[in-house]
């Protein structure tokens, strides 16, 4: 606590630091959007959805019309989105911890990039629908 209270103005540059880094990661990757929100664009047909799981993670569950493209194999798959370039693509994953990375890796390539908020785990804690396949 000594150290805080003498070096306050230090701690005060870190903390803007880090939230800055914080807003400028978010905004390379896409902004982040409620299920609500991707419901909306998706229903007027405004954007697909990327679902960035592994096949079995998809497989036990995902929104409808989803594709699937696992992280780990995004780079090497990217052009199979060109079809879709015109749209907004809203990443889907787990509980949103790869949709940052994949987002500013699409962004790179020319797509246009939103995240869903919470990912997966927020879309079937509200009872939205999934499908199995």
């Known amino acids: 606590m ?7 103005l230090l701690i005060t ?3 803007a630091s880090v939230s800055a880094l914080i807003i400028v990661e978010g905004q390379r990757s896409g902004k982040s959007l409620s299920y609500h ?5 998706l229903n007027n047909n405004l954007a697909i959805l990327l679902d960035v799981r592994d096949a079995k993670e998809f497989s036990s569950g995902h929104i409808v019309d989803a594709i699937n493209i696992p992280y780990a194999k995004l780079s090497e798959r990217c052009d199979e989105l060109k079809k879709h370039a ?7 994953d787990k509980m949103g911890q790869h949709a940052g990375a994949a987002g500013k890796q699409l962004k790179q390539n020319g ?6 908020q919470g990912g997966m785990s927020e879309w079937t804690s509200q009872n939205l629908p999934v499908v199995k396949s």
Do not use: D, G, P
Not at 111 to 116: D, G, I, T
């Open 111 to 116: 797509y246009q990039v939103n995240r869903l």
């Open 86 to 92: 015109e749209k907004t693509i809203i990443i889907v």
């Open 13 to 15: 540059i870190l903390c």
């Open 2 to 8: 000594l150290f805080i209270s003498e070096q306050w």
């Open 37 to 41: 929100a991707v419901t909306h664009m």
